[in-house]
């Protein structure tokens, strides 16, 4: 089978939702020196309570997460929670 041409991207992951890759190992070409970059992110500072420390430690423990990661969920859910 030939991987069709697609007219957008979102045609191309509708198309790859429907159908097997598997079917189509003939027309894939092996990449060479493949790098995924991650965007560069910046560190900011807070400066926060140690009763407010405490209870972010408490709470990211109980979802199994380091207290900065938890601290990042947090932020980034509650800025897209208002950019609607």
Do not use: C, N, Q
């Not at 405490?54 to 423990?61: N, P, R, T, V």
Request: no cysteine; charged share 40%; net charge positive.
């Amino acid at each position: 089978m030939k991987v069709p041409k697609f007219k957008s991207l979102k045609e191309e992951r509708e198309f790859w939702d429907t159908h097997d890759s598997t079917d189509y190992l003939d027309d894939f070409e092996v990449a060479k020196d493949v790098v995924f970059v991650r965007p560069k992110k910046e560190v900011i500072s807070l400066r926060l309570d140690p009763t407010i420390i405490k209870k972010l430690k408490e709470l990211a423990d109980r979802e199994g997460l380091l207290p900065t990661t938890y601290a990042r969920m947090l932020i980034i859910k509650g800025i897209r929670d208002r950019a609607v």
